[in-house]
């Protein structure tokens, strides 16, 4: 009964944030609406019972990825003018059309039989064995994706390298 | 009751969203801000159909949280490239002065 409450509330925030992100014309609005998106979203995860991809979500998403956001906007200082006007064009109706016809065939025709009955007696028995929670997380990780893991690390740094050298004027 | 079906419906909004703002705004921002939004759509779907999944024995050795890991990775990578693009935002607002990404035409035949 909770859950069900706890994920109309989450589902209600999800979307309503993520509709200011793409309405509002101020950037700086649509970064405080997408963090807003980014903790009702962790909300849901904790739902799913993704407890380590949760906190990584407000970690990441919500503290890192968001204070570079927050730190460009500053950076560039827009003025009123540099906004620019959102003009409404034919193009974008179409591209409105095409997208809402696209995601409203998947939900129609993919999800429909896209569970068998069998999915929900599943849900139930992998929940006791510390689903989700970091030391079984972790031990996925470091068990079985080593690899791909130690090569995350190799992504960031070049990220890190990258955007230096990409934003910096003259090296 | 809460399934996975409610879930995946609110996975799918959430990307059409992200979608429709990579469409029709032109603030190379929120663009931006719009890929982060689908990219978290994913990362939702993923979790669902890790916590229901739809076989009954884990066809991986990680079982049924190879769903989680692949999130982890979705998110350092989603960290890489909000890092790249603004970088890029920044490069471009130097010598352009704006963020319209209609005006990034250089490229164009």
Request: with cysteine.
């Amino acid at each position: 009964m909770a859950e069900t409450v706890l994920f109309w509330i989450f589902f209600v925030g999800v979307l309503g944030a993520g509709f200011a992100v793409v309405k509002s014309r101020n950037p700086v609005n649509a970064a405080m609406s997408l963090v807003a998106c980014f903790f009702f979203l962790a909300g849901v995860y904790l739902l799913l019972s993704a407890h380590l991809i949760a906190i990584l979500q407000v970690m990441v998403y919500a503290g890192a990825v968001m204070v570079l956001f927050v730190f460009v906007i500053m950076l560039l200082n827009l003025k009123d003018e540099e906004l620019g006007r959102e003009r409404v064009t034919v193009w974008k109706g179409i591209g409105t059309l095409a997208v809402a016809g696209a995601i409203g065939l998947i939900v129609v025709r993919a999800m429909r039989d896209a569970y068998p009955a069998v999915a929900r007696d599943l849900a139930a028995d992998q929940l006791s064995t510390g689903f989700g929670t970091v030391r079984s997380v972790g031990r996925a990780l470091y068990l079985f994706s080593v690899l791909p893991f130690e090569l995350t690390s190799l992504l960031l740094t070049v990220a890190i390298v990258g955007a230096v050298v990409v934003a910096k004027g003259k090296i | 009751m809460v399934g996975p079906l409610h879930y995946l419906f609110l996975a799918a909004a959430l990307f059409a969203l992200g979608a429709l703002g990579v469409v029709v705004r032109r603030n190379a921002l929120i663009v931006l801000m719009s890929i982060e939004l689908m990219l978290n759509a994913v990362n939702l779907t993923f979790l669902t159909f890790s916590r229901f999944p739809l076989v009954r024995v884990a066809p991986t050795q990680t079982g049924f949280l190879s769903g989680h890991t692949a999130v982890f990775f979705v998110i350092a990578v989603a960290a890489a490239e909000a890092a790249v693009g603004l970088a890029i935002v920044i490069a471009v607002f130097r010598s352009r002065t704006t963020v319209n990404v209609d005006e990034f035409d250089s490229l164009k035949f």
